[in-house]
């Protein structure tokens, strides 16, 4: 997978306002954890509004070469669920393609296992940090060999028997939370992960909903290995993360007023709706509900005058993959915007901060790089340029945002990644206007 090829899209700026309504495609973290989750649960799992694109094929894949039966038909995807000990040895090596998410997750999950398996991704993925995972499931037992002594993938994983561990990660992060949960399922003793800042919860939300006991004492979240999850009926909302790129089209577009349905509304998925709040979004949450344990509700969103804000601290990890399109918002504010504690966003899919200021510039932003994050000058006129997704889904999408706001056409390479989230985003933004 080459996460974006040669597409190239083009976005006709100041083309008018955003008017209509869209569900945005299935949670793709929820999604990943489904795959997962329902296949080493005993019994059928039927998900629902499962998300099909590359990061969470890639993930159904991973199962699959382990011996799940997945199928899709016209009421979902249909897991047939192997219990914990069921997975068998995957005959070849596993590819997580661009996703960090399987990759990760499936770590944590391979290294409880009875057998040997081997992991590999693209050469974006293969850049990025491993060791975040590797270390805490060594301290639990795991034996891992990899480049760089298992910081990057390729990895190849000899299952092992595992004991829990206490652990705090030091950075804040879902996927290590979640690989370590999914390894404590299988280890001996408890396993407890303390978050310094909490981050999205999706994973003991799920073991929740699939019969599993996840304790929640002070800082810590725990669990005893040896529990079995019980298949059942798991609904994907909509995803915020996808979503955020209308919002902020809609904002930023005179006369725009558009309804966002059926959109996953965890409350540490939902710092992107905060923040642009406080910039003087008019955001509305109109009929809210719930879906397996998760709550869902329609956004209602009409456009707004912007004004800079300060963000950083414990709303980063809530809004951690919306600040691209954050730093679009931003650049059509009132005032500087500064970000702050969100050094996470160098080791995405690509560098996110690097990625952000220097394709934006080319726009005409006017945005200064820190270690961190970035500091954005506000109330710029951009000017429709050549611009690259850099092989990144979330750049491409937040760029093509900016190009609706811009004068003239802003041409994006590397389009084709947004099929890793949101595979048909160019044709809905398009019905949009
Ligand atoms: C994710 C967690 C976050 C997020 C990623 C999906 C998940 O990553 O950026 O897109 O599904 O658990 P980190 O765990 O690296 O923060």
């Not at 981050?199 to 979240?221: A, C, F, N, P, S």
């Not at 109109?286 to 709550?295: A, D, I, L, M, W």
């Amino acid at each position: 997978m080459d996460s974006g090829g040669k597409v190239i899209e083009e976005i006709e700026g100041g083309a008018g306002p955003l008017r209509g309504e869209i569900i945005p495609p299935s949670d793709k973290s929820i999604s990943h954890r489904a795959a997962i989750l329902g296949g080493i649960a005993t019994g059928e799992t039927l998900v629902e509004d499962f998300l099909l694109s590359d990061d969470t094929i890639s993930t159904l894949n991973a199962m699959r070469m382990m011996g799940v039966s997945a199928l899709m038909d016209s009421k979902g995807l249909l897991i047939k669920g192997v219990g914990l000990r069921g997975l068998t040895e995957p005959p070849d090596v596993i590819d997580a393609g661009n996703s960090g998410t399987t990759a990760r997750l499936l770590t944590g999950l391979l290294s409880a296992q009875s057998f040997f398996s081997a992991l590999t991704g693209d050469a974006y993925l293969r850049k990025r940090p491993m060791h975040r995972v590797v270390e805490p499931l060594r301290a639990m037992g795991a034996d891992i060999r990899g480049r760089e002594n298992g910081a990057r993938l390729p990895l190849a994983v000899i299952g092992s028997e595992l004991h829990g561990i206490e652990y705090s990660p030091p950075q804040a992060s879902a996927q290590v939370k979640t690989a370590l949960l999914i390894a404590g399922l299988y280890a001996e003793g408890e396993t407890v992960i303390i978050e310094t800042l909490p981050t999205r919860d999706h994973t003991e939300r799920m073991l929740r909903y699939l019969g599993v006991e996840v304790l929640k004492q002070g800082g810590g979240i725990g669990l005893r290995g040896g529990a079995s999850l019980k298949g059942g009926v798991i609904s994907v909302p909509a995803d915020i993360s996808s979503a955020a790129y209308f919002i902020v089209a809609a904002l930023i577009n005179p006369g725009s007023e558009i309804l966002i349905k059926k959109v996953g509304l965890n409350p540490l998925r939902t710092g992107v709706i905060d923040i642009l709040r406080e910039m003087g979004g008019d955001i509305d949450i109109v009929e809210k509900g719930e879906r397996s344990g998760e709550p869902v509700g329609d956004i209602v969103v009409r456009s707004s005058s912007l004004t800079g804000v300060e963000i950083g601290g414990a709303i980063i990890p809530r809004s951690i993959d919306e600040l691209p399109v954050v730093a679009v918002a931003a650049c059509y504010a009132e005032g500087t915007t500064v970000i702050r504690d969100a050094a996470e966003l160098r080791v995405k899919e690509t560098d996110r901060v690097r990625a952000m200021a220097a394709e934006l510039e080319k726009m005409g932003a006017s945005i200064e790089e820190r270690e961190d994050g970035m500091v954005i000058g506000g109330k710029e006129r951009l000017t429709g340029a050549r611009c690259s997704s850099r092989g990144d889904h979330r750049v491409a999408m937040a760029l093509a945002v900016a190009g609706t706001g811009a004068s003239g056409v802003t041409e994006i390479e590397g389009a084709g990644s947004v099929s890793v989230s949101f595979p048909d985003f160019f044709a809905v933004l398009r019905n949009l206007r």
